[in-house]
């Protein structure tokens, strides 16, 4: 590559995958892993529901929402403002095929691109409050549970209403307990590099890989 004033460049071609060590296990115990929703049920077994406590324990949230279902923002969805900051922390969740971890590729290939798709909120902040508002007001007016696990729709709109002077940090997080950190494969780190390097370049957002041992 030439860049002025003719200078040649060689990108490098050996970097590195992902850093195994930056892969998050979790406790799965009583967690069945064919589940990945906790659905209308809020069954305390499914991979969702393992996430939200996990989440919820993170930080003190104003919102954390089960956004899941189709036109999903994210599985789950934190936010909280915080010193000048709009926190925004996004949970995608994959079931494990085959009930077990087995290393395999196809496992990570979805919830990576779910991952890579929710970049895109982190050029519109208003659009990101507007589809979680009317998300909520279509559940409620469907008649399904509210999927408020932390907040309320006012606390919702306090942070809309704030957001345009707040400095936007993300995290997109993925939870496939398929993957094993201890027999985690090459194929799978340079997968999961691919979505850190997409993400943090489009979004400058960081990237969290929840797993299991």
Not at 59 to 68: E, F, G, H, I, R
Request: aromatic share 6%.
């Amino acid at each position: 590559m030439v860049i002025p004033p003719c200078l040649l460049l060689r990108p490098p071609r050996d970097l590195a995958p992902f850093d195994a060590t930056e892969l998050r296990e979790l406790d799965w115990s009583g967690i069945d892993l064919a589940v990945e929703s906790q659905g209308v049920a809020r069954r305390s077994d499914s991979i969702q529901a393992r996430m939200i406590s996990h989440v919820a324990a993170l930080a003190s949230w104003d919102v954390v929402l089960d956004d899941d279902g189709s036109g999903e923002v994210a599985d789950i969805v934190a936010l909280r403002a915080e010193g000048g900051e709009l926190v925004v922390h996004m949970t995608h969740c994959k079931y494990v095929s085959g009930g077990r971890p087995r290393a395999r590729v196809g496992d990570l290939y979805e919830v990576c691109g779910q991952a890579q798709k929710s970049a895109r909120w982190r050029r519109s902040i208003p659009d990101l409050f507007e589809r979680l508002i009317r998300r909520e007001r279509t559940r409620v007016a469907n008649g399904r549970p509210s999927g408020f696990i932390v907040g309320d729709l006012p606390s919702l709109f306090r942070l809309a209403d704030n957001a345009h002077i707040l400095r936007p940090t993300y995290t997109i997080a993925i939870s496939q307990p398929g993957v094993s950190k201890a027999a985690v494969t090459a194929a799978q780190l340079e997968l999961l590099a691919s979505t850190e390097t997409y993400l943090h370049e489009t979004a400058y957002a960081r990237l969290e890989v929840y797993c299991s041992a």
